[in-house]
């Protein structure tokens, strides 16, 4: 393979498949307890998360991922790195629906801007 030149090659389009979503879990003593020293107000523990197609790695062409929660959440801003083999995700408790914004960054091979 020639190696990379920084620049975009012209005419040249590589497709990946990945899956992004959340989910969403109220607390329920039996089936998810809500962990010790989580906030009163606290309903449900959540997950955003990006990954591969049936959990197939895809640490190969994303490096680190971007995720903007709500201001209220403490850190809101936070940056996943890539492990081989797990999705990109965020497991959080809270109270209430929120949008969140995923930023991607490619590894730098690619020469794709996040
Ligand atoms: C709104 N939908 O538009 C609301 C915002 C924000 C939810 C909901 C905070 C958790 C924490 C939390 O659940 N925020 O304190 O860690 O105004």
Not at 2 to 19: D, H, L
Not at 92 to 99: L, S
């Amino acid at each position: 393979m020639a190696p990379p030149t920084g620049k975009r090659v012209k005419g040249v389009q590589i497709f990946r498949p990945f899956v992004y979503g959340t989910t969403a879990r109220p607390f329920d003593e039996k089936t998810n307890p809500k962990p010790p020293g989580v906030p009163d107000d606290h309903t449900h523990s959540w997950t955003v998360f990006i990954k591969g197609i049936d959990d197939v790695d895809i640490t190969y062409w994303l490096r680190r991922v971007q995720f903007k929660l709500h201001e209220s959440i403490p850190n809101h801003v936070r940056m996943v790195e890539g492990v081989k083999g797990q999705p990109f995700q965020i497991h959080e408790t809270g109270w209430g629906e929120f949008e969140i914004t995923m930023k991607l960054y490619y590894v730098p091979e690619s020469s794709e801007k996040p």
